[in-house]
């Protein structure tokens, strides 16, 4: 019996108050809830994303696509910068031998289970617009995030931890827009969790269960009878959800983020320990538990703001990057050769990406500038074409030469994976219906199983 | 047809705007916000904001909501005003006010009140994006920025006319002064450029601060994002890469005070609050020492460096360490007084650009200017000082006293609703939104600019509408509410009177208030270490936690780590402009108000003081509490829920001691009133 089971049929012989189930667990009004599981518009291979997103903008010439010209031309003149040729150099991985560079030798090893995108296009140029692009599909002002539409489609298989969960230690560009949910049901806002020693506060109970149990069922009394005449607000519905969610969290984030549970074995694939990689290891070990306990989309952000401790290298490329992808290289392969074992990748969609790629040529000596005209994202897990190579740049990886994919055919496609037609799931907003998508984006069928 | 009553003057309004748009289609530099105010002048005095929104009303087939009851408004004006919940006393004599100028009263009391510049002048320093640290890596402690804090807050009060605010805070420190006293306040003032953001972890990057400061003065005063055009002309709005390094001159121009990085751990260049006499006799002389001893530092430094291995650099060594200890020991001497993190005049300097952006790749020289869509009288060719003083009189100079009227009175108008007339407060160019009620928007900036850029004339004109005094959609019949939330869903006609959530500052001010421990009194600097112990860098940045029962305007906000009661809440990120903020509603929040100690201890607080009249539980207790929380007292449901809940708990309780048994029961019910959603919104 679990734990809200077990609350319900303490709660059921009570005789003060009669409560209901929907009483206890929130409000009748929501108690067929915004975080139900909805049928999707056709069967989508994926049941939950990890997004691992990597704040600053990676240099996509030095990681995924390798540019041989550019490393011939180092030096020349490139309008009135000169081409940079790569730090790095690059080696074919898997059997598929999709060429990755030096900076991600674990990852390279996982290529045949990837869908490498070289073709990926943003529309803006600065990280606080680039990082909203790519979480929310609006380059301009705050829109509902990604993970807030797939938390808003799917729900939550378990109404005991958030639908929507961000593992972020630094705020990323643009702060907690990006994962806001704007106008959608505030309930599908992401929960964002300090992935540290104390990673939520104020999660052991004080009262005790008995009575945190009955201060609930009071609380739900009052916002009931509240929200009775307030019917079009749904923050107040989301206000007694929030209260059901966070019960269930108090017993159930300990338990996912206890990795004590872990084998040795698998904390040691993760690189816990390692100074570089501890951190976004457990990032991503606690991604894998969440996507295990069903929530539906976690997005794991490596690093926040503060350049220069982001992947934003405009002056010392060799300095800045190696340390960022140290840190990540080795936990992502993990994840991914953890999730494939448990059978878990073939319902999992793994997304990385990054807000933009950066230039050809120099910015500081040996840096590079911001690149939304070109850069690389892969997929990999439920549904995506593993060891596939999809687009392409030109010769130095200024312009996209084949299939582009923009940041909304981006999303689209991540939709399309988990069973929803990017156009026809909307929400009515201010007199119209919205999309994530605006009214751009094809689903990139091609990378499709 | 019936025609509005004002149809003329509206559609002159309107006509002259049509006009005016058309006319300047495809011409980037006759923005509407740019454009000069057009007022229309209205019958009817206080009444014009209703006159206007009406307008909007009647073309959506809507109407105002039925005015607000008497505990709804004096709850929501409270808090509204002073960021507190109104005391019993005072909702009981407002009740009481039979007269009709009962809630002009009330506005001018509250308006009055010191609390009334803690809660705006909030709103104010979220848009200057205020810390008590730093912000560069090591996140340096900055003892005296609370003196600029105070300043606004004063400033508020005093109702500073807001053209005079802006010109102190870009150039107190030049202006005339009649007193000692005035001078020092107007030095503080230009803590506003001072806190700007630093970065890395020596003095190399000071461009970004630069960045930061113009990202700051565009967004905060004109929400225009100059910041932009530093790297090329901006895309969208009429600012130019030149007119970016003509600020940029401005501010190269200015000496800020310097917090301490990794590299330099010791504060330099605050400005000392003294008279001219003691800066003459005491102050300059022991700052030549210092000057000179860090001159001999760097020399020795340098010897250290050049000179090769061996005996020689040896002894260059232990002098170079010398003369650090010899400084340590002249810092030890220093005259102590008050220095303001501020700014003040260095040696004017032309901004060369930086191309594409890089401070490294120089170009053209830029003469210290302004912003070139406003007119050609933006060039400081022979400017002999920094240029601050043009730039706060450019800034309140009749070309731009449009935009930054619009500005401030969007900003005013959104803090009472919820929303601006221009929806993206922080944008008032291209890529914002235009004003939903734009004739209403410009007779606000004309009347403000009227009235002396008097803040409480807006206020007073604002609480004085109709549109302000409306009730909640709660009071409207099913039927009513539905239609109207179907034909404008997000209230942008205002049909009814938009729910807020209290802020974070709001929320843990009423519990420490209705606990009896808030402490009134304004805050002042920060427990912060002393500076001799300082040794931070970007892998120890300083990270503190420092406990006050003040109001949390006076909590010490920290650039790298946030206060995390306060960001759970939403309140502002002190590393960017903020408008307007999230108002979010997450699990760990809900998680806070069920389990944080403080919380926890504050509601048995507060059952302590209900109960220290009462002995035994009665309905008094329930009720003082319900009226002092929600300014309603509780109806027969609520009073019999709660009766019963304690009764209920007190049952359940084990313990022996019956006092505390009854004083653990009310602390329960104290803390799920307080989670509720009837204590939490505010409507």
Not at chain 1, 119 to 128: E, G, K, L, Q, V
Not at chain 1, 435 to 444: E, H, I, M, Q, S
Not at chain 2, 223 to 244: E, I, M, Q
């Amino acid at each position: 019996m679990d734990r809200r089971q077990a609350l319900l049929s303490l709660f059921g012989g009570s005789l003060l108050i009669p409560p209901s189930a929907a009483e206890l667990l929130a409000g009748d009004d929501i108690a067929a809830g915004p975080l139900q599981p909805k049928n999707p518009h056709f069967a989508g291979k994926a049941k939950s994303v990890i997004l691992l997103y990597m704040s600053g903008g990676v240099s996509h010439i030095e990681t995924f696509d390798p540019k041989p010209k550019l490393a011939a031309d180092h030096g020349k003149p490139s309008g009135v910068k000169q081409f940079l040729g790569p730090h790095w150099s690059f080696r074919p991985g898997g059997e598929c031998g999709a060429p990755v560079s030096d900076l991600f030798p674990h990852v390279r090893e996982c290529m045949d289970d990837i869908c490498l995108i070289r073709s990926m296009r943003a529309d803006h140029i600065s990280h606080m617009e680039a990082t909203l692009g790519i979480h929310t599909g609006s380059f301009s002002v705050k829109r509902p995030s990604l993970g807030s539409w797939v938390s808003y489609s799917m729900g939550s298989v378990n109404q005991d931890l958030p639908s929507f969960v961000v593992l972020a230690p630094q705020l990323p560009y643009g702060g907690d827009q990006c994962w806001s949910a704007d106008f959608l049901p505030a309930i599908h806002q992401g929960t964002r969790i300090v992935s540290s020693s104390d990673p939520l506060p104020n999660l052991t109970p004080i009262a005790s269960e008995d009575l945190q149990q009955r201060e609930l069922q009071l609380l739900e009394r009052l916002n009931r009878k509240h929200r009775k005449s307030r019917t079009a607000d749904s923050r107040l519905a989301a206000r007694s959800q929030s209260f059901a969610t966070a019960f269930g969290m108090q017993h159930a984030m300990p338990d996912v983020l206890d990795l004590s549970q872990e084998t040795a074995g698998t904390l040691q694939l993760y690189g816990l320990g390692e100074e570089a990689t501890d951190a976004f290891g457990r990032q991503c070990l606690v991604a894998r538990r969440m996507v295990e306990r069903g929530v539906r989309f976690i997005e794991l952000i490596d690093t926040g703001s503060n350049a220069p401790n982001n992947w934003d290298s405009h002056t010392n490329i060799p300095r800045d990057h190696p340390p960022r992808a140290k840190a990540v290289d080795q936990p992502i392969a993990a994840l991914l050769q953890d999730l494939k074992q448990r059978g878990l990748l073939e319902e999992t969609l793994v997304v990385w990406t990054t807000e933009f790629g950066r230039t050809p040529h120099n910015d500081g000596p040996v840096g590079r500038s911001h690149h939304p005209h070109a850069f690389s994202s892969w997929l990999a897990g439920a549904g995506v074409r593993a060891g596939m190579t999809y687009g392409a740049t030109d010769e130095y990886g200024y312009r996209v030469t084949e299939n582009e994919v923009h940041v909304h055919d981006f999303h689209a496609t991540i939709l399309h994976l988990l069973g929803f037609d990017h156009e026809q799931l909307t929400y009515r907003h201010g007199g119209r219906d919205f999309r994530l998508t605006d009214v751009a984006g094809n689903v990139v069928h091609d990378i499709l199983v | 047809m019936r025609r509005h009553p004002h149809f003329e003057s509206i559609l002159t309004v309107v006509v002259t705007w049509a006009l005016a748009v058309v006319a300047h289609a495809g011409d980037r530099v006759d923005f509407w916000s740019f454009q000069p105010i057009q007022f229309t002048r209205l019958t009817g005095g206080t009444a014009a904001i209703d006159t206007f929104l009406q307008q909007g009303l009647l073309e959506k087939g809507l109407h105002f909501s039925p005015a607000a009851d008497r505990r709804t408004l004096i709850r929501r004006v409270t808090y509204d005003l002073t960021g507190l919940p109104p005391a019993a006393s005072e909702i009981k004599a407002f009740l009481a006010d039979g007269t009709p100028d009962a809630t002009r009263r009330l506005v001018d009391r509250l308006l009055a009140s010191p609390h009334y510049g803690e809660r705006w002048g909030r709103h104010w320093l979220d848009l200057v994006r205020y810390a008590d640290t730093s912000g560069n890596s090591g996140d340096f402690p900055v003892p005296t920025a609370w003196l600029y804090r105070n300043y606004v807050i004063d400033a508020w009060n005093a109702d500073r006319p807001y053209d005079r605010f802006v010109r102190e805070q870009v150039a107190g420190d030049l202006l005339p002064s009649n007193s000692l006293e005035e001078r020092h306040r107007n030095i503080i003032a230009t803590g506003y450029l001072a806190i700007s953001r630093r970065f890395g972890v020596e003095e190399k990057q000071f461009h970004l601060t630069i960045e930061d400061t113009i990202t700051n003065l565009g967004t905060a005063f004109l929400s225009l994002s100059v910041h932009c055009a530093r790297c090329h002309d901006h895309k969208f709005d009429p600012v130019t890469n030149k007119d970016y390094y003509a600020l940029y001159g401005i501010l190269q121009s200015t000496r800020y005070a310097f917090p301490g990085t990794e590299v330099f751990q010791s504060p330099k260049d605050f400005v000392p609050l003294v008279s001219v006499r003691e800066m003459e006799t005491i102050i300059q002389p022991f700052e030549r020492k210092v000057k000179e001893q860090d001159t001999e530092i760097e020399r020795l430094r340098q010897l250290t460096l050049t000179i090769p291995p061996g005996e020689k650099r040896d002894e260059a060594v232990v002098e170079y360490q010398k003369a650090q200890q010899d400084r340590v020991a002249l810092l030890e001497s220093a005259p102590q007084y008050l220095k303001a993190y501020a700014v003040s005049e260095a040696k004017p300097v032309n901004a060369k650009i930086h191309i594409q952006g890089n401070p490294h790749d120089l170009g053209a020289e830029v003469p210290r200017g302004f912003l070139s869509a406003f007119g050609d009288d933006r060039v400081l060719p022979d400017e002999p000082a920094s240029g601050r003083l043009p730039l706060a009189n450019w800034l309140t100079s009749p070309r731009v006293q449009p935009l930054l009227a619009r500005v401030i009175v969007n900003r005013i108008w959104q803090h009472h609703f919820g929303t601006g007339l221009v929806r993206t407060p922080n944008n008032f160019g291209a890529r914002g939104e235009r004003p939903t009620h734009p004739e209403l928007l410009d007779y606000l900036a004309h009347g403000l600019i009227h009235h002396q850029w008097s803040i409480k004339w807006l206020h007073r004109r604002i609480l004085d509408s109709r549109a302000y005094r409306q009730g909640g959609d709660s009071q409207l019949d099913s039927r009513t509410r539905d239609r109207a939330a179907e034909i404008d869903p997000n209230n942008l006609s205002l049909w009814t009177f938009p729910r807020r959530r209290l802020s974070a500052e709001e929320l843990r001010d009423t519990i420490l208030l209705f606990s009896g421990q808030l402490d009134r009194t304004p805050g002042k600097g920060h427990a912060f270490p002393p500076e001799h112990e300082w040794k931070f860098g970007q892998h120890t940045p300083y990270i503190g936690s420092l406990k006050s029962k003040r109001r949390s305007v006076y909590l010490m906000r920290q650039r790298v780590k946030r206060h995390p009661f306060l960001s759970t809440f939403d309140a502002a990120d002190p590393n960017v402009a903020t408008g307007q903020r999230a108002e979010s509603t997450t699990a760990l929040q809900a998680l806070w108000l069920m389990n944080n100690p403080v919380f926890h201890a504050l509601a048995t607080a507060s059952a302590r003081r209900l109960l220290s009249t009462a002995r035994h539980l009665s309905e008094d207790v329930v009720q003082h509490a319900h009226t002092a929380l929600t300014s309603h007292p509780a109806d027969k449901a609520e009073l019999q829920a709660a009766m019963a809940y304690i009764r209920q708990c007190v049952l359940r309780d084990g313990s022996a001691d019956e006092g505390r048994k009854l004083e653990r029961a009310v602390a329960s019910y104290v803390r799920v009133l307080m989670s509720s959603n009837l204590v939490l919104y505010v409507e």
